[in-house]
């Protein structure tokens, strides 16, 4: 390896193999219960967890280490009834003539369609933005590299830390998303890659069946 500052690696616990063991059991037990939530409380939510989920998201691998990412928290009523009203717009051409016959086939068990009013419902939209210009510092105009691995690992990243804390997500994706530059103020050289509803389920929540079976080790690994 080339020279360059380096430090100890000495912050990873040192596990037993069986410790190892029980800590990998108990993490997938807390994480197969994730789902994915269509009907939020507005209950209010600490800023604090918001932010702190964020900041995990943020120490992700990532291309360089420019860290690409950006997240445009949204909170204000105004705000959310705009980014519904765009979303929902392009919801509809999607589901009344671009989206292909197959496409629609394979969303009709999980029930969507183009109303969405999670998105003003939910206390917290994190817009999620790469960054293809930027660099470490303020201010800087570096190539990015690796920006939509590094921004779809720190989402995976943000959402099992909210969901840690005890709070449901959605993934949202109209298309295209380039409102979102405006509604969030950020600039071109970025590109929206998803919105995520944050929020408490209601009380009533439901999820779909089909979204509850998931693919068997076999199915989803090999080891070679």
């Not at 980014?83 to 003539?97: I, M, N, T, V």
């Not at 016959?101 to 009013?117: C, F, S, V």
Request: glycine share 6%; proline share 8%.
């Amino acid at each position: 390896m080339k020279p360059h500052d380096t430090l100890p690696y000495t912050e990873l616990p040192d596990y037993s193999d069986e410790e190892r063991i029980a800590r990998s059991i108990s993490f997938y037990e807390a994480i197969k219960v994730r789902r994915t939530c269509r009907y939020f409380s507005d209950a209010a939510i600490p800023r604090t967890v918001i932010e702190n989920a964020i900041l995990s998201a943020g120490t992700a691998p990532n291309g360089a280490n420019h860290q690409p990412w950006h997240f445009a928290v949204i909170e204000s009523a105004d705000k959310k009834k705009a980014l519904r009203s765009a979303a929902e717009q392009e919801e509809r051409e999607f589901y009344d003539g671009k989206a292909s016959e197959e496409w629609l086939e394979a969303l009709e068990p999980l029930g969507t369609d183009d109303e969405k009013p999670f998105l003003e419902t939910a206390p917290y939209l994190i817009v999620i933005f790469g960054q293809r210009k930027g660099g470490m510092n303020p201010g800087e105009m570096k190539q990015n590299y690796y920006v939509n691995e590094s921004v779809g690992i720190a989402t995976g990243m943000l959402i099992t830390a909210l969901h840690d804390a005890g709070l449901a997500t959605l993934t949202h994706t109209p298309n295209p998303m380039k409102f979102l530059n405006e509604l969030c103020d950020r600039p071109a050289h970025e590109k929206p890659m998803m919105v995520l509803v944050v929020g408490k389920p209601a009380p009533d929540a439901t999820v779909p069946v089909h979204a509850t079976v998931k693919k068997p080790l076999d199915q989803i690994a090999s080891w070679l």
